[in-house]
Nanobody, 120 residues
Framework: VQLQAYGGGLVQPGGSLRLSCAASGSIFRASAMGWYRQAPGKQRELVAFITSGDGTMYADSAKGRFSVSRDNAKNTVYLQMNSLVPEDTAVYYC???????????????WGQGTQVTVSS
């Protein structure tokens, strides 16, 4: 499975971006898909995930601002990010994993990452 995240860029505070992650391989539809981010000097953290059944969960920092969705026909998962703040600056990664109840378990497949910079 290969994952490619794209859609990052430079945005002003309060702006929006939509990240996409295209997956190759046959496991996409059966996988939960997670979005992570890693800021300089910090550990990678889970931002949001979507289950194979379209259930969604968000980190507290993302609730009310971010929305994760998937298009199984296109093998693509999206992360719509609104009301961005400088603290959202990070490299964002997608991951194919599994989920159980409210927990996401990262799989071995990671996308290459896309840089999001929120700055005026």
């Amino acid at each position: 499975v290969q994952l490619q995240a794209y859609g990052g860029g430079l945005v002003q505070p309060g702006g929006s971006l939509r990240l996409s992650c295209a997956a190759s391989g046959s496991i996409f539809r059966a996988s939960a898909m997670g979005w992570y981010r890693q800021a300089p000097g910090k550990q990678r953290e889970l931002v949001a995930f979507i289950t194979s059944g379209d259930g969604t969960m968000y980190a507290d920092s993302a609730k009310g601002r971010f929305s994760v969705s998937r298009d199984n026909a296109k093998n693509t998962v999206y992360l719509q990010m609104n009301s961005l703040v400088p603290e959202d600056t990070a490299v964002y990664y997608c991951n194919a994993g599994t989920s159980r109840y409210a927990n996401y378990y990262a799989g071995a497949y990671w996308g290459q990452g896309t840089q999001v910079t929120v700055s005026s």
